[in-house]
């Protein structure tokens, strides 16, 4: 009976909230008060204008929406994404300050420089908000239009084919090497400041191939000004559905995706983070969210805490590995 007074009294004060699930309706911070009862501070580790800012505030207005509380959107970009993901590590364990994740922030980075927070113990994993496949794209004038014609390409001018990343370190980066492994060819790494930079490079011929985020590199594509060969994802891209996989263009284990999600400090009670779990779920099941996503070359995510927990542990094996066949190192 005084679950259900609780649940109820909650619901009058929180509408929405209450609609979301008795999880949400039932949870409490530290003071005892229902949760949540004012905004939530949501910190990007990149710049405003980049995937995560993108993918994060269309989920993000989603779950306002069905929390009935604002969450603000605080980009504190620097170091790598470590500043902002170390803000967060720091945070009262509230539920009121949670972090944006990715696949560089925490399952890259940690592998390749020392970083202010442990990616594993200072988080715990509260959502998989979406995932994003890079494309594969080469300048026109290279012979390849098949990924096959390009390692058939890369074999026989062997060496002398460049390929760009938006930085060492970077996911284009180990995507490279990743390729270089799986199709045995060797391509030299010309690594730029930033994946604008070296875009306009690929575009210019100055480098021949790129692992280009969808977002930036499709539009360029659909425009002729560069030729796209594959999404590295597990499946294609609803943005563009006529470009294959690598996978299914003769590397069937080849997948590389930067996917988003969002953490929570370490010592977050439990009902709160479920409680944020199935909101986020809910919000990226909306058809209005999916469409969205959809149209930016982005998969919804989706699943327990403990499912996200799972996906970050196997990204960051996936990676050490490459890493330590490739012998990648940052200056």
Known sequence: MRTRAIAAAAAMVFPLAAAVTDAAAQSRNAAGAAYPSR???????????????????????????????????????????????ELAARAPADGYTLALATASTIAVNPLLSKVPFDPVKDFAPVAHIGSIPLLLVVHPSVPAKTVGDLIALAKARKGALNYASAGNGTLAHLAGELFKVSAGVSITHVPYKGGGPALNDVMGNQVQLFFSNVLSGLPFAKAGRLRALAVTGAKRTQAAPEIPTVAESGLPHFTVTNWYGVLAPARTSREIVIALNQTFNRAVEAPEVRDKLASLGAEAGGGAPEQFGAHVKAERAKWAKVIKQSDIRLE
């Open 39 to 85: 905004p939530i501070r949501m910190i990007d580790p990149f710049p405003p204008g980049g995937g995560t800012w993108v993918i994060g505030r269309v989920v993000e207005d989603k779950v306002a929406e069905l929390l009935g509380q604002p969450i603000v959107h605080d980009s504190r970009g620097g170091a790598g994404g470590a500043i902002g993901t």
